[in-house]
């Protein structure tokens, strides 16, 4: 199913399509590969000490969320979710799938402001994904999407 623009697939279509936590696109014309944080349109924030997205599903508040992300992340015992493998060469931008990425750089009509965006500090490498949406407990749902060096990384 096509759903942009034309009868050809996009970006946002090929975005669409990704049925599992998170998965990794074609993205343009040029060979270049996308990483799609599926299943829920949820506010997101990138915790750099634990590369790794977080998405809030449920809290009462900022710190409750981060505070169940961490606990997730270091519990042994979470069910992950693998979701490929994502190449990129350094650092990247967090935006909404409908927003063009070549128009990231253009004010929408009538003083609208920038498409929004935050940039994410990662590293170049070859990066296994995985996902995992948890509750640590009760009052506290969160959604994480983690990179991981992957074997043969060529850029360690």
């Known amino acids: ?12 279509d090929r975005a669409c ?5 998170a998965g990794v696109i074609a993205v343009g014309e040029k060979g270049m590969r996308g ?3 599926a299943d829920e349109p949820a506010t997101t924030c990138y915790l750099p000490e634990h590369q790794a997205f977080v ?3 449920g809290a009462d508040s900022e710190a409750d969320l981060i505070a169940a992300a961490k606990t ?25 799938s409908v927003t ?8 929408y009509p009538n003083g609208g402001g920038l498409p929004e965006q935050a940039p994410v500090p ?3 490498g070859r990066w296994t ?10 009052d506290t749902s969160v959604g994480l999407v983690q990179l991981l060096p992957s074997e043969g990384d060529p850029f360690s």
């Open 1 to 12: 199913m096509v759903i942009g623009d034309g009868d050809v697939t996009d970006d946002y």
């Open 55 to 57: 998405r809030w599903l």
């Open 122 to 124: 990662i590293p170049p």
């Open 100 to 107: 063009d990425g070549a128009e990231l750089d253009i004010e």
């Open 35 to 37: 990483l799609v944080l």
């Open 129 to 138: 994904v995985r996902a995992v949406h948890a509750s640590p407990n009760d």
């Open 72 to 96: 997730v992340l270091t519990d042994p015992t979470t069910q992950w979710e693998e979701c490929g493998v994502w190449e990129t060469d350094g650092p990247a931008v967090l935006m909404d």
């Open 17 to 21: 399509e990704v049925d599992d936590l």
